[in-house]
T-cell receptor
């Protein structure tokens, strides 16, 4: 089964609002990553949070990790129309570095 | 930052023909690259791991004779969809891991822009 389930599947907000996306996973992890994909394009790495970290910030991004609940959240503050994209969480498969399992993704639409 | 170039970005072909997709790491060496397939509004599914100097390893359910992978050099991996059929139509994306040191950095992937394959 797919490791990394995200909700909501789709999120539509107005510019300036905050967007929160959640991700759950099934097995133990060393770290969890979030990626962004613009429509019809490749993915871009946003942020990596280690298993011993609970929260991490990068610009307008805030990621939390709860290993006891096997879940993570990505918060985008003060959203902009340019944030419109799909967002995926990803975890490492086994011990093979770089071999990632992606969540189903959240399609975020930010209306100007 | 590291750049991965994927070519072509879009290809339309007739059923039965073969299509080659290239993935290049432009400013770093990648002994390993990954190939993914993505259906519309769906997540990425790992197809295979491309290994420089050795055979690719395929995920369960992926036909190795259908999807030929060649890691010709430290900066180039190719995916050839052989005898393509309409059901092979999809978005194919390659990635290469960060060449930096440290167990966490190596897990970060740099992605190509993807190739939209349409088989008529």
């Amino acid at each position: 089964s797919q490791q990394g389930e995200e909700d909501p599947q789709a999120l539509s907000i107005q510019e300036g609002e905050n967007a929160t996306m959640n991700c759950s996973y099934k097995t133990s992890i060393n770290n969890l990553q979030w990626y962004r994909q613009n429509s019809g394009r490749g993915l871009v790495h946003l942020i990596l949070i280690r298993s011993n970290e609970r929260e991490k910030h990068s610009g307008r991004l805030r990621v939390t990790l709860d290993t006891s609940k096997k879940s993570s959240s990505l918060l985008i503050t003060a959203s902009r129309a340019a944030d419109t994209a799909s967002y995926f969480c990803a975890t490492l498969r086994g011990t093979s570095y770089g071999k990632l399992t992606f969540g189903q993704g959240t399609i975020l639409t930010v209306h100007p | 930052g590291a750049v991965v170039s994927q070519h072509p970005s879009r290809v339309i072909c007739k059923s039965g023909t073969s299509v080659k997709i290239e993935c290049r790491s432009l400013d770093f060496q990648a002994t390993t690259m990954f190939w993914y397939r993505q259906f519309p509004k769906k997540s990425l599914m790992l197809m295979a791991t491309s290994n420089e100097g050795s055979k690719a390893t395929y995920e369960q359910g992926v036909e190795k004779d259908k999807f030929l992978i060649n890691h010709a050099s430290l900066t180039l991996s190719t995916l050839t969809v052989t005898s393509a059929h309409p059901e092979d139509s999809s978005f194919y994306i390659c990635s290469a891991p960060n060449a930096g040191t440290g167990p966490n950095l190596k897990n970060i992937q740099y992605f190509g822009a993807g190739t939209r394959l349409s088989v008529l």
